[in-house]
Nanobody
Framework: QVQLVESGGGLVQPGGSLRLSCAAS????????IGWFRQAPGKEREGVSC??????????HYEDSVKGRFTISRDIAKNTVYLQMNSLKAEDTAVYYC????????????????WGQGTQVTVSS
Protein backbone atom coordinates (compact mmCIF):
# COMPACT_ATOMS: atom_id res chain seq x y z
CA GLN A 1 0.00 0.00 0.00
CA VAL A 2 2.75 2.40 0.94
CA GLN A 3 4.94 3.10 -2.04
CA LEU A 4 7.60 5.57 -3.11
CA VAL A 5 8.76 5.80 -6.70
CA GLU A 6 11.81 7.80 -7.74
CA SER A 7 12.26 9.10 -11.25
CA GLY A 8 14.27 11.66 -13.16
CA GLY A 9 17.69 10.09 -13.06
CA GLY A 10 19.89 9.70 -16.08
CA LEU A 11 23.18 10.55 -17.70
CA VAL A 12 24.29 14.16 -17.55
CA GLN A 13 27.54 16.01 -18.18
CA PRO A 14 29.41 17.76 -15.38
CA GLY A 15 27.82 21.12 -14.71
CA GLY A 16 24.45 19.91 -15.89
CA SER A 17 21.17 19.62 -14.03
CA LEU A 18 18.59 17.00 -13.18
CA ARG A 19 15.38 17.06 -11.22
CA LEU A 20 14.52 13.93 -9.30
CA SER A 21 10.97 13.16 -8.27
CA CYS A 22 9.72 11.06 -5.38
CA ALA A 23 6.06 10.22 -5.90
CA ALA A 24 4.15 8.76 -2.98
CA SER A 25 1.07 6.57 -2.94
CA UNK A 26 -0.83 5.06 -0.05
CA UNK A 27 0.02 7.89 2.33
CA UNK A 28 0.30 11.64 2.48
CA UNK A 29 3.97 12.50 2.39
CA UNK A 30 3.43 15.96 3.85
CA UNK A 31 2.92 14.30 7.23
CA UNK A 32 6.38 12.73 7.13
CA UNK A 33 9.97 13.79 6.88
CA ILE A 34 11.21 12.88 3.42
CA GLY A 35 14.89 12.25 2.89
CA TRP A 36 17.02 11.85 -0.20
CA PHE A 37 19.93 9.45 0.11
CA ARG A 38 22.50 8.25 -2.36
CA GLN A 39 24.82 5.30 -2.62
CA ALA A 40 27.81 5.11 -4.92
CA PRO A 41 29.64 1.86 -5.70
CA GLY A 42 31.80 0.79 -2.79
CA LYS A 43 30.48 3.52 -0.51
CA GLU A 44 27.98 3.69 2.31
CA ARG A 45 24.57 5.16 1.80
CA GLU A 46 24.65 8.82 2.73
CA GLY A 47 22.05 11.44 3.37
CA VAL A 48 21.82 14.17 0.75
CA SER A 49 18.84 16.27 1.73
CA CYS A 50 15.70 16.14 3.82
CA UNK A 51 12.48 18.06 4.21
CA UNK A 52 10.49 17.87 7.43
CA UNK A 53 6.78 17.30 7.73
CA UNK A 54 4.38 20.22 7.74
CA UNK A 55 3.97 19.77 11.50
CA UNK A 56 7.73 20.40 11.79
CA UNK A 57 7.52 23.55 9.69
CA UNK A 58 8.77 21.83 6.51
CA UNK A 59 12.34 22.86 7.26
CA UNK A 60 14.97 21.67 4.83
CA HIS A 61 18.45 20.27 5.32
CA TYR A 62 21.41 19.60 3.04
CA GLU A 63 24.63 17.65 3.23
CA ASP A 64 27.58 20.02 3.01
CA SER A 65 28.80 18.83 -0.37
CA VAL A 66 25.49 19.69 -2.06
CA LYS A 67 24.64 22.96 -0.33
CA GLY A 68 24.06 25.68 -2.86
CA ARG A 69 23.67 23.16 -5.67
CA PHE A 70 20.68 21.01 -4.66
CA THR A 71 17.22 22.12 -3.61
CA ILE A 72 14.57 19.93 -2.02
CA SER A 73 10.90 20.85 -2.31
CA ARG A 74 7.44 19.36 -1.92
CA ASP A 75 4.30 19.69 -3.97
CA ILE A 76 1.51 18.77 -1.58
CA ALA A 77 -1.13 18.61 -4.30
CA LYS A 78 0.94 16.12 -6.29
CA ASN A 79 2.06 14.22 -3.19
CA THR A 80 5.58 14.45 -4.55
CA VAL A 81 8.96 15.58 -3.26
CA TYR A 82 11.59 16.87 -5.67
CA LEU A 83 15.33 17.20 -5.61
CA GLN A 84 16.61 19.80 -8.05
CA MET A 85 20.28 19.11 -8.72
CA ASN A 86 22.37 21.79 -10.39
CA SER A 87 26.07 22.09 -11.15
CA LEU A 88 26.41 18.34 -11.03
CA LYS A 89 29.80 16.79 -10.47
CA ALA A 90 31.19 13.36 -11.18
CA GLU A 91 31.20 12.77 -7.43
CA ASP A 92 27.40 13.02 -7.46
CA THR A 93 27.17 9.79 -9.43
CA ALA A 94 25.13 7.33 -7.39
CA VAL A 95 21.79 5.64 -7.03
CA TYR A 96 19.46 8.13 -5.38
CA TYR A 97 16.71 7.00 -3.02
CA CYS A 98 13.89 8.78 -1.27
CA UNK A 99 12.57 7.57 2.05
CA UNK A 100 10.09 8.46 4.80
CA UNK A 101 10.74 9.08 8.47
CA UNK A 102 7.93 8.98 10.99
CA UNK A 103 9.45 11.76 13.04
CA UNK A 104 11.81 14.54 12.04
CA UNK A 105 14.63 14.59 9.51
CA UNK A 106 17.68 12.50 10.19
CA UNK A 107 20.95 11.71 8.46
CA UNK A 108 20.72 8.06 9.45
CA UNK A 109 19.12 5.62 6.99
CA UNK A 110 17.94 3.45 9.89
CA UNK A 111 15.56 6.21 10.96
CA UNK A 112 13.65 5.93 7.69
CA UNK A 113 11.02 3.26 7.27
CA UNK A 114 9.82 3.22 3.67
CA TRP A 115 12.14 3.42 0.69
CA GLY A 116 11.81 3.71 -3.03
CA GLN A 117 13.68 1.54 -5.50
CA GLY A 118 16.14 4.25 -6.45
CA THR A 119 17.05 6.08 -9.62
CA GLN A 120 20.50 6.12 -11.18
CA VAL A 121 22.29 9.42 -11.64
CA THR A 122 25.46 9.33 -13.70
CA VAL A 123 27.55 12.46 -14.16
CA SER A 124 30.18 11.97 -16.83
CA SER A 125 31.70 13.70 -19.80
Amino acid sequence: QVQLVESGGGLVQPGGSLRLSCAASGFTLAYYAIGWFRQAPGKEREGVSCINSISSSATTHYEDSVKGRFTISRDIAKNTVYLQMNSLKAEDTAVYYCATAEMQCSWFPADFGSWGQGTQVTVSS
